[in-house]
């Protein structure tokens, strides 16, 4: 880790020069997963829609063109890449750092249940500072459960539709068995449709809260998913998350 002195704000140049450290917090596999998965949601949405919705007539005979037939065809390769991506993050939980752990999806410590009413108080303008947690803050960590079981949904119903359709020598149809759990064809493929809907809304807030937080934090939050590195003030890695909050009660140190 390495040390720099910045200045911030608009006073003297000393009295604003605080303790900037150098923190490794996204490994390879964190920014290479969230990049593919970014990659095959637009590829799936945009192919989605079409196969919803296949607005573009093509003259002459479909085995000609094959329009349709490529867009599911791309549909179902990206389809590919989206599940192996979820599931190696989901290995990763289990195997990275401890920006990338489990626990910091489900809050199970004490500091980050505390946290959670924090980073609340920050969103809803009760609170001028994020409280200053490195890897993900409580509630965003939270937040992604949800997106988490948004993916399953969209897999599990993305193999229920598929399996329908699969020849009889398909593999796929082993996938069949979750045709009944979903509710039915109908109901699979309108969660499938809703889904994609729900996920695209979440990328909106995903980016504009990631930009917000670059800003408010000054520590490239939204360049980190690039390089892998944030720059966070020294004092947070004794105090993560109580920067800005009341923290006479929190003696013990970091995470
Ligand atoms: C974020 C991920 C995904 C998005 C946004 C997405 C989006 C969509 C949309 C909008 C449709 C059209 C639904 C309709 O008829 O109204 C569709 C169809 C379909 N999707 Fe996905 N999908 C995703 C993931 C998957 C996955 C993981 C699979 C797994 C195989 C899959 C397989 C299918 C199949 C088989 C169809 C029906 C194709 C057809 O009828 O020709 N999708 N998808």
């Known amino acids: 880790m390495s040390t720099v002195a910045i200045q911030r704000g608009n006073g003297p140049a000393e009295e604003n020069r605080r303790d900037i450290v150098r923190v490794y917090v996204w490994e390879l596999p964190v920014r290479v997963t969230h990049w593919l998965i970014v990659l095959s949601i637009v590829l799936l949405s945009v192919t989605g829609i079409y196969i919803g919705h296949p607005f573009i007539n093509v003259a002459g005979p479909a085995g000609d063109h094959f329009l349709l037939g490529w867009v599911r065809a791309i549909h179902s390769y990206s389809a590919i890449v989206f599940t192996l991506s979820v599931l190696s993050r989901v290995v990763w939980m289990f195997r990275g750092n401890r920006y990338a752990r489990w626990d910091k999806f489900i ?25 200053g947690f490195i890897g993900h803050n409580p509630l965003a960590g939270l937040t992604y459960v949800l997106v988490f ?14 399996s329908s359709g699969a020849h009889v020598d398909s593999p796929m149809r082993a996938f069949k068995f979750l045709i009944p759990l979903l509710g039915g064809l109908q109901t699979a493929r309108l969660l499938h449709h809703i889904g994609m809907w729900l996920l695209l809304g979440f990328a909106v807030h995903h980016v504009y809260s990631a930009l917000l937080m670059s800003v408010v934090e000054g520590n490239a939050t939204t360049e980190s998913i690039l390089s892998g590195h944030k720059f966070v003030p020294r004092e947070d890695l004794v105090y993560s998350g109580y920067r800005f909050v009341d923290r006479k009660d929190v003696p013990d140190a970091n995470v």
């Open 107 to 131: 809050p199970v410590a004490r500091r980050r249940w505390r946290g959670l009413w924090a980073a609340l108080r920050f969103y809803l303008f009760n609170l001028r500072k994020p409280p």
């Open 149 to 162: 079981a948004l993916y399953f949904l969209m897999i599990a119903t993305g193999f229920a539709l598929y």
